[in-house]
Nanobody, 123 residues
Framework: VQLQASGGGVVQAGDSLRLTCAAS?????TAWFRQAAGKEREFVAA????????YYADSVKGRFTISKDNPKDAVYLQMNSLKPEDTAVYYC????????????????????WGQGTQVTVSS
């Protein structure tokens, strides 16, 4: 599976961005992770295709929305009310099989990764 993340940019605090993860084929699930400079990669959101179940990190709940576009095999991350602490490189990822719920937030669950897209939020 090949994944391509896009949609990043430079915005001001309070603005919105929509990231897109385009996949070469349909996957069991898609997650977004982010990595800020000098920090470890952290889970942001995930979507399980079979049930459309979504998962969010507490830090983005209520501000970010993950959704899918079935005909395009794409997954979106709508990011509203952006904060400077959201600044990071955002990666989309997919697992080789349908992950158990307890594994959804772990980067080790995911085999396929996109190249990352930079999001910079200025104050």
């Amino acid at each position: 599976v090949q994944l391509q993340a896009s949609g990043g940019g430079v915005v001001q605090a309070g603005d919105s961005l929509r990231l897109t993860c385009a996949a070469s084929r349909r996957t069991y699930a898609t997650a977004w992770f982010r990595q800020a400079a000098g920090k470890e990669r952290e889970f942001v959101a995930a979507l399980r295709r079979s049930t459309s179940t979504t998962y969010y990190a507490d830090s983005v709940k209520g501000r970010f929305t993950i959704s899918k576009d079935n005909p395009k095999d794409a997954v979106y991350l709508q990011m509203n009310s952006l904060k400077p602490e959201d600044t990071a490189v955002y990666y989309c990822a997919s697992p080789p099989n349908n992950p158990i719920t307890s594994a959804v937030r772990s980067p080790q669950t995911y085999t396929y990764w996109g190249q990352g897209t930079q999001v910079t939020v200025s104050s």
